[in-house]
C-alpha cells in the first residue's frame, strides 16, 4: 500500500534551518510529484511547492521563495523540504503529500505523509 | 491568486441530519475542487474531486456539487465519525488555495 513516512518532530531555534524528510513506498516513486503543505496550530493548510521525483525539478509558492529547497533522492525513495530562517510564524505541522495524478501537475493529493511538527521559539 | 471561502466556519448537528458545506471561489475554477476532511490530530483526507466525483472508499452519504464559483458539500446524514474540519481546495493550477475550513460538531 501506499504509504509516505516523515521525519519526527523538530524543536528550532529562530533563525535556524530545518529539513524535513518524506520516504515513499508502495508505488512507483518517480510517477508522482510531491508536494508540501504545512498547518499552523489551529489553523488552515498551506501549500509550499512541489518537487518532481524524476527530474528533481521543483516549483515553490512566492511566500517561501529564497527561504526553501525541496530536493529528492530517488535511491532511498526519499524527499526532503528544508525551511531557512525560520521564525515563530514557521511553528507549524509540514506535510508531505503525493499529487493524485501520475505523471503530470494536477495539485491534489490522496496520500499524506503523517505530518512533522516544527516548533520554533527562543 | 485565488480565494477560497466557505461557510459557515463551523456548525452543529446531530446524528442523522443532512449537513451542507459552502465554498465559494474568487474566480471561476470551473471544476477543479476538491474536498478533504480532517479530523482532530489526523491527517487531511481526501473526499471528493473533480467537484463531485468520490474519492475511491469515501461513503456515498458524501456527495458535491457545483461549478464556476460556487460549490458544495453535502453529507446526507451525519454519522458519529463525521465530527471533523472540511476544507475545500482550488487545483489544477499553482497556486492550489484551500478554504478556511468547516468545523462539523455534534450538539
Known amino acids: 500500500q501506499v504509504q509516505l513516512v516523515q521525519s519526527g518532530a523538530e524543536v528550532k531555534k529562530p533563525g535556524a534551518s530545518v529539513k524535513v524528510s518524506c520516504k515513499a513506498s508502495?508505488?512507483?516513486?518517480?510517477?508522482?510529484?510531491i508536494h508540501w503543505v504545512r498547518q499552523a496550530p489551529g489553523q488552515g493548510l498551506e501549500w509550499m511547492g512541489w518537487?518532481?521525483?524524476?527530474?528533481?525539478?521543483?516549483n515553490y509558492t512566492q511566500n517561501f521563495q529564497g527561504r526553501v529547497t525541496m530536493t529528492r533522492d530517488s535511491s532511498i525513495r526519499t524527499v526532503s523540504m528544508e525551511l531557512n530562517r525560520l521564525t515563530s510564524d514557521d511553528t507549524a505541522v509540514y506535510y508531505c503529500a503525493r499529487d493524485r495524478a501520475r505523471g503530470q501537475l494536477a495539485y491534489y493529493f490522496d496520500y499524506w505523509g503523517q505530518g512533522a511538527l516544527v516548533s520554533v521559539s527562543s | 491568486d485565488i480565494q477560497m471561502t466557505q461557510s459557515p466556519s463551523s456548525l452543529s448537528a446531530s446524528v442523522g441530519d443532512r449537513v451542507t458545506i459552502t465554498c465559494r471561489a474568487s474566480q471561476d475554477i470551473g471544476n477543479y475542487l476538491a474536498w478533504y476532511q480532517q479530523k482532530p490530530g489526523k491527517v487531511p483526507k481526501l473526499l471528493i474531486y473533480?467537484?463531485?466525483t468520490l474519492q475511491s472508499g469515501v461513503p456515498s452519504r458524501f456527495s458535491g456539487r457545483g461549478s464556476g464559483t460556487e460549490f458544495t458539500l453535502t453529507i446526507s446524514s451525519l454519522q458519529p465519525e463525521d465530527a471533523a474540519t472540511y476544507y475545500c481546495?482550488?487545483?489544477?493550477?499553482?497556486?492550489?488555495?484551500f478554504g478556511q475550513g468547516t468545523k462539523v460538531e455534534f450538539k
Open positions: 473533480g467537484a463531485f
Open positions: 508502495g508505488y512507483t516513486f518517480t510517477a508522482y510529484y
Open positions: 518537487v518532481n521525483p524524476n527530474s528533481g525539478d521543483t
Open positions: 481546495h482550488k487545483y489544477k493550477t499553482a497556486p492550489p488555495t
